[in-house]
């Protein structure tokens, strides 16, 4: 079975700081990893993902995440946070298990203050 | 909008009741997710379809949850005798193909049994 922790449940931030939340992961099979954003009062979106290749990926509003196998860890960063950025993270697994399913970690809550 | 469409995005019940959540996906889309997520934590699996079938529905709680994609397009998520821990926001997530884990978020309906 599949598991994804989130490490931090609240992360407070100054603007122009930079940011790193926390994602691990548990499967006994390969997995596609998927980070989601959700502002508030709106629905969930990708903000960036890692199929294969490359495992430092780039998505939306200069986020990045480093996939790194041995440690299953799915990282993301930013350089330098803006106020918008405040919102919830989901880090999520999508995997093949008798069928195609994406869990999802509990979420982080950036909160990015003047 | 060619988004995923849910209705109703909030239904207040009666404990007891018989609720229908309905969820129109993206034109074109195969696969079609069901989460619940309640107040402080990450979008729970509940049943994912791949076209008609529901191709895993081992995250549905108990037989009081059925869902249904008769045509392959929009799918009901039925609940009977609604509990008061049935209350939170249902979330439906539809994917071009359901091997690619990347999933299009309706903005949800929020359920409120009394």
């Known amino acids: 079975a599949q598991s994804v922790t989130q490490l931090d449940s609240q992360v407070p931030v100054f603007e122009e700081a930079p940011v790193e939340l926390r994602c691990n992961y548990s499967?006994?099979?390969?997995?596609?990893l998927f980070w989601y954003v959700q502002y508030p009062n709106q629905g969930l979106q990708l903000l960036l993902k890692y199929l294969s290749g490359s495992t430092l990926v780039k998505g939306i509003n200069g986020f990045e995440a480093e996939f790194n196998k041995s440690q299953t860890s799915f990282h993301l960063r930013k350089p330098s946070v803006h106020i918008s950025d405040t919102a919830e993270y989901f880090c999520?697994?999508?995997?093949?298990?008798?069928?195609?399913?994406?869990?999802f970690g509990a979420g982080t809550r950036l909160f990015v203050k003047a | 909008g060619a988004g995923v469409s849910q209705t109703p995005s909030n239904k207040v019940t009666e404990k007891g009741k018989y609720v229908e959540l309905r969820c129109d996906p993206i034109?074109?889309?195969?696969?079609l997710y069901w989460y619940r997520q309640s107040l402080g934590q990450g979008p729970e699996f509940l049943i994912y379809f791949q076209g008609t079938g529901a191709a895993d529905d081992s995250g549905l709680p108990n037989d009081r949850f059925f869902a249904v994609r008769p045509e392959g397009s929009v799918s009901t998520l039925k609940i009977q005798r609604t509990e008061r821990g049935d209350s939170a926001v249902y979330l439906c997530?539809?994917?071009?193909?359901?091997?690619?884990?990347?999933?299009?978020f309706g903005e949800g309906s929020r359920l409120t049994v009394l």
């Open positions: 999520a697994v999508h995997s093949y298990t008798g069928g195609f399913k994406t869990i």
């Open positions: 034109s074109g889309h195969t696969a």
């Open positions: 997530a539809s994917s071009l193909q359901g091997h690619t884990g990347e999933l299009f």
């Open positions: 499967s006994s099979v390969s997995v596609y």
